[in-house]
C-alpha cells in the first residue's frame, strides 16, 4: 500500500471520527473508529507500513480534533508496535481475535488517557464512571470493528488471488 492511499485511508478515518461518528454516540461514548483502524491495519500491514499509517492517522487527529499536538501520535505508535509484535505469533484468520486485540487496545487508550487527564489536570472521573465507560466502547467498538476486519480480510485475499 503506497503512502497516498495510506494517507488518504487516515484522512477519511479522521473525518469520520470527528462528524459522523458523533451522532451515533451511546451513553456520551464515541466508537473509536482510528483506533480500530490500527489495529486491523497492524494486523495485516508490515510492521513499517503499520507504523507509519498509524503516525498518519495519530498527527491528523491530533491536528483536526486535538487534545495537544502529538498525544494520539503517541498513543497509536505505542499500540501499532504492540499489536503488530502479538499479532506476528497469532492466527489472523480466528473470529476471536480481532475482538482481543480491539479490546486490549480500548483498554490501553482508555488507561492512557486516563493517566494522562489525572497527571495533566489533576482530575479523575471515579471507579463506577471509568467501568461504565470502558465497557460501552468496548462493546461499542468490537461490533464496529468485526465488520471492519471482515472487510479488510476480504480485500487482502482478493488481493493475493
Known amino acids: 500500500?503506497?503512502?497516498?492511499?495510506?494517507?488518504?485511508?487516515?484522512?477519511?478515518?479522521v473525518v469520520l471520527q470527528i462528524t459522523v461518528l458523533q451522532f451515533i454516540s451511546f451513553a456520551n461514548v464515541v466508537p473509536?473508529?482510528?483506533l480500530i483502524m490500527v489495529v486491523v491495519f497492524t494486523m495485516y500491514l508490515d510492521e513499517f507500513k503499520a507504523l507509519k499509517f498509524?503516525?498518519?492517522?495519530?498527527?491528523?487527529?491530533?491536528?483536526?480534533a486535538g487534545?495537544?499536538?502529538?498525544?494520539?501520535?503517541a498513543a497509536f505508535i505505542v499500540i501499532s508496535y504492540l499489536v503488530g509484535k502479538m499479532g506476528a505469533s497469532i492466527f489472523k484468520d480466528n473470529f476471536v481475535t480481532p475482538i482481543l486485540f480491539i479490546s486490549l487496545s480500548t483498554v490501553l487508550l482508555f488507561l492512557y488517557f486516563s493517566l494522562l487527564d489525572y497527571f495533566s489536570v489533576g482530575f479523575y472521573h471515579g471507579l463506577l464512571w471509568s467501568v461504565k465507560v470502558l465497557l460501552v466502547e468496548l462493546i461499542y467498538n468490537s461490533l464496529i470493528g468485526i465488520p471492519l476486519y471482515n472487510f479488510v480480510i476480504g480485500g487482502v485475499r482478493r488481493k493475493n488471488y
Open 67 to 73: 487534545k495537544g499536538l502529538g498525544i494520539y501520535l
Open 32 to 34: 473509536n473508529l482510528a
Open 54 to 64: 498509524a503516525a498518519y492517522l495519530g498527527v491528523l487527529l491530533d491536528v483536526l
Open 1 to 13: 500500500m503506497k503512502d497516498r492511499y495510506l494517507i488518504l485511508t487516515a484522512f477519511i478515518v
